[in-house]
């Protein structure tokens, strides 16, 4: 039943939001043209934009470590562990991630990152997530 409303096309460093306005903010591909102390205060002053509850869309290319500068357009394609310790900086948490699938191989890879301003209820870790997946595959007495 919602829909999107409002679109506002300008550059992210001119970019701050009324406070609590908006359900999502989605950047996609676009968040490489910044040095990270630009990133860092982009997310900071966006952040207040988000109404409670509110995510942060983020859809970049993955480098496989650290950083790869591209001299030609001054872009930085970070590592997704480059990313977490960015966020992390600008007091955003992992809500959900998901790779994007079906590009050509010689490509960078693709991730989608769901942020939120707030810390989550629950972690779940890997290995409990895999521990509780290898006891649900076993036989049990039904009761």
Not at 43 to 50: E, I, P
Not at 92 to 97: E, G, H, N, P, V
Not at 106 to 126: D, H, I, N, Q, W
Request: proline fraction near 4%; charged fraction near 25%.
């Amino acid at each position: 039943m919602h829909k999107a409303a409002n679109f506002i096309c300008v550059p992210l460093q001119d970019f701050t939001p009324d406070a609590g306005r908006y359900d999502v903010i989605w950047i996609q591909w676009c968040i490489s043209q910044l040095a990270d102390d630009d990133f860092i205060a982009f997310f900071k002053r966006a952040r207040t934009g988000l109404k409670p509850g509110g995510l942060f869309i983020l859809k970049e290319n993955i480098a496989r470590q650290g950083f790869v500068l591209d001299n030609k357009d001054k872009s930085i394609t970070r590592s997704d562990k480059y990313f977490k310790e960015l966020f992390l900086k600008c007091g955003l948490y992992l809500y959900k991630t998901k790779d994007q699938t079906g590009f050509p191989a010689g490509l960078l890879g693709v991730k989608m990152y769901a942020l939120s301003t707030e810390m989550p209820k629950f972690k779940r870790s890997f290995n409990n997530k895999r521990k509780s997946k290898q006891l649900s595959n076993r036989p049990a007495i039904i009761r």
